[in-house]
C-alpha cells in the first residue's frame, strides 16, 4: 500500500492524495469539502457515467447537463456557458477516452462565475498524466480504478487535493 501511495504522489507531484473504495465515493467527498448543499447545481457533461450523478443526488443537489463537443466528446465550452445560474457551485469535468478538456478556458469560465471544478480523470493512464497540466485548473481531482477504467484494480478511487483550502 505505501509503495502505491508514493508512486502516485510522484506521478502527480501531489501529497494530499486518499484513496476510496469506488470512484463515487471520491466524488462524494470532493462535493462535501466543496461545501455542496441542498439544491444546488453540479454541472457535468451530458455523456457520463452513472457513478458520477449519484454523489449529487445523494447530497440532494442537482445535477445541470451540458452537451459535449461533437470532435472530443469532452464538455462544450459554449454550453457549459448557458448552463451557469446563480445556483451553481461546482463543475465535474471529465477527459473523455484520455483526451484532455479545455481546462484553461473551463477554468477562466468558472473562476468569473465563483464555480469550483472537479477534474475527473478516470480515463487517463500514467503517461497522459506526466505529459499534460491535470490538476493544475481544478480544486479536486478524482480517479476510478473500476475494471473498465485506464488504471484498472477492478475497484477504487483516489482523490487529489490541488487547492490547499480543501485539504481538512
Not at 66 to 93: C, E, G, H, M
Amino acid at each position: 500500500r505505501e509503495y502505491v501511495v508514493s508512486e502516485m504522489k510522484k506521478i502527480l507531484g501531489k501529497n494530499d492524495i486518499f484513496f476510496f473504495n469506488k470512484g463515487r465515493d471520491a466524488i462524494y467527498l470532493a462535493l462535501q469539502a466543496l461545501g455542496m448543499s441542498q439544491y444546488d447545481e453540479v454541472l457535468v457533461q451530458a455523456m457520463t457515467c452513472g457513478a458520477v450523478i449519484a454523489p449529487i443526488s445523494c447530497l440532494d443537489a442537482k445535477p445541470v447537463y451540458v452537451d459535449i463537443s461533437k470532435q472530443t466528446f469532452n464538455i462544450d465550452v459554449q454550453d457549459l456557458k448557458r448552463k451557469i445560474s446563480p445556483d451553481t457551485k461546482v463543475l465535474i469535468v471529465q477527459h473523455t477516452f484520455g483526451k484532455f478538456a479545455d481546462m484553461e478556458e473551463i477554468q477562466k469560465i468558472c473562476k468569473a462565475s465563483g464555480i469550483k471544478i472537479i477534474e475527473d480523470c478516470a480515463h487517463l493512464f500514467r503517461n497522459d498524466l506526466q505529459k499534460t497540466v491535470v490538476n493544475r485548473f481544478s480544486d479536486i481531482s478524482i480517479f476510478s480504478f473500476a475494471q473498465d477504467k485506464a488504471i484498472s484494480c477492478v475497484t477504487g478511487g483516489l482523490l487529489v487535493v490541488n487547492n490547499i483550502d480543501y485539504v481538512e
